[in-house]
């Protein structure tokens, strides 16, 4: 299994306030993603990371917002959770050279659910 | 922008037999991705086809890709209980390093 752990796995917040889900790993590789999971929807992009500080975004980006400081860390911050954050949130990382398809290797997965 | 079709959205078989899941895709397939994900787990990397005509197996699973088609499909052959799970096929977007998914098929195997 690729080095790729989420944290928390678990989390209940309540609407309005900041949440910050945490992707780490052990695998160097240069492109990280943020997805969110819904039962419809599939797999959904909000972000993603080419390299350190260099992130952009995907098809559901509004309301989150992302930072990675490190190869190995990628954050997900949303800046004031509403109900319909309340998502299975997958990190993803990929061995992926510049503007190349690769594989990706997903994470276990975090259950944010915002009351 | 890209959309991923798969059919079935859930199936039903019995132990023993054989199933196909299909993806089809409204542009031009670069790379598809099969992934299969356990209830309330992770996605797991099955495969990856890249070119037209490709056939790969892992174990019982076998995937081909029909680029002319802009279509994938994934057999199992003597389905076992293991294989239960939702299958969801990926394809590169032909921008940046990004996939687009289908929403899954949910497969059942009962005894």
């Known amino acids: 299994d690729a080095g790729i752990t989420q944290s928390p796995r678990h989390k209940v917040t309540e609407t309005g306030t900041p949440v910050t889900l945490r992707c780490h790993q052990t695998?160097?590789?240069?492109?990280m993603y943020w997805y969110r999971q819904d039962p419809g929807h599939g797999l959904r992009l909000i972000h993603y990371s080419y390299g350190v500080k260099d992130t952009d975004k995907g098809e559901v980006s509004d309301g989150y917002s992302v930072s990675r400081s490190k190869t190995e860390d990628f954050l997900l911050t949303l800046e004031s959770a509403t109900s319909s954050q309340t998502s299975v949130y997958f990190c993803?990382?990929?061995?992926?050279?510049?503007?190349?398809?690769?594989?990706?290797?997903f994470g276990p997965g975090t259950r944010l659910t915002v009351l | 922008s890209q959309e991923l079709e798969q059919s079935p959205q859930s199936l039903i078989v019995q132990e023993g037999k054989n199933l196909t899941i299909n993806c089809t895709s409204s542009?031009?397939?670069?790379?598809l991705y099969w992934y299969k994900q356990k209830y309330g787990e992770g996605l797991i990397f099955l495969m990856m086809l890249q070119k037209g005509g490709e056939e790969k197996s892992h174990e019982k699973i076998t995937a081909k890709l029909d680029e002319k088609k802009q279509q994938s499909s994934l057999h199992i052959t003597a389905s076992q209980p293991s294989h239960a799970g939702i299958y969801l096929c990926g394809a590169g977007t032909g921008t940046a390093s990004k996939l687009t998914f289908g929403t899954g098929t949910r497969l059942q195997v009962t005894l």
């Open positions: 542009k031009t397939l670069y790379g």
């Open positions: 993803a990382i990929s061995p992926a050279l510049a503007g190349v398809v690769d594989t990706q290797y």
């Open positions: 695998e160097n590789h240069r492109y």
